[in-house]
């Protein structure tokens, strides 16, 4: 099993969050939990996710946003903590087909959609992804949450990260914004033929162990003239 060396952890107690419930002080058989184990997401990981019976009615007594909490369901609780584990946003996922499936909410207006900054360590290596879900299975990462990898957090860890996005080069915006940050300069992650899963989370559901997944990133990720070189026959769109 991938053993992850982490820093001294911080102490994630802010109020914004009392009202919820963290999954892992729920039973194993709350079908939140079980949604959460079904995806293979680790065990240890529970503590950073929260389960929310009403989203907007609960969003609304925090951060008012919904004029109207007509509608409302359950959500999965992404809390994003700042490096002294306080709350500046937070994203509810749906369990079902509800649309948005994600709802990103900024308690923090000035503040950039950047998850895993209490734990990542800044003097390693930084994994960078897209989806809350697919940092939990790397070690020392972070997701920009559908925002851009190109901006101020990032930008300061440049030469110490790897961007990994979806694996999909058949997908024109993926393709155009793969390049944007090689020609930036960003050490990038692509995916050989052989894997067909799109993000972190599927290949871990198709069986790969997160060590195979994490020795996959490291073998194919690329900057420079090498990236440009390796992209070129990488795309498909």
């Not at 996710?49 to 009403?54: A, G, L, P, S, T």
């Not at 749906?94 to 900024?106: L, M």
């Not at 999909?168 to 090689?182: A, S, T, V």
Request: neutral net charge; proline residues 5%.
């Amino acid at each position: 099993m991938f053993k992850e060396e982490r820093k001294p952890e911080v102490v994630l107690e802010d109020s914004v969050l009392q009202d919820l419930k963290r999954l892992d002080k729920l039973p194993e058989d709350h079908p939140a939990v079980k949604y959460v184990l079904d995806r293979k997401i680790p065990k240890d990981k529970l503590q950073l996710m929260y389960f929310c019976m009403k989203f907007k009615k609960w969003t609304n007594s925090v951060h008012f946003k919904f004029t109207n909490e007509n509608d409302d369901h359950p959500r999965l609780i992404f809390p994003f903590f700042n490096t002294h584990g306080k709350v500046f946003a937070f994203s509810g996922r749906s369990f079902g087909p509800e649309e948005p499936k994600y709802y990103t909410i900024k308690l923090d207006e000035d503040a950039e959609k950047v998850y895993g900054l209490e734990r990542v360590d800044f003097s390693k290596h930084i994994y960078v992804v897209e989806g809350q879900v697919d940092s939990l299975f790397l070690p020392n990462c972070i997701a920009v949450a559908g925002a851009s990898f190109d901006i101020d957090t990032i930008q300061k860890i440049k030469t110490n990260c790897t961007v990994v996005m979806d694996n999909e080069p058949r997908n024109k915006d993926i393709c155009k914004q793969l390049n944007k940050y090689i020609t930036a300069g960003y050490r990038v992650c692509m995916m050989p033929e052989t894997v067909e899963q799109k993000d972190i989370n599927e290949m871990v559901m198709s069986g790969k162990t997160i060590e195979e997944v994490v020795n996959l990133i490291n073998t194919n990720s690329y900057n420079g003239l090498e990236a440009q070189m390796h992209f070129a026959t990488w795309k498909k769109c």
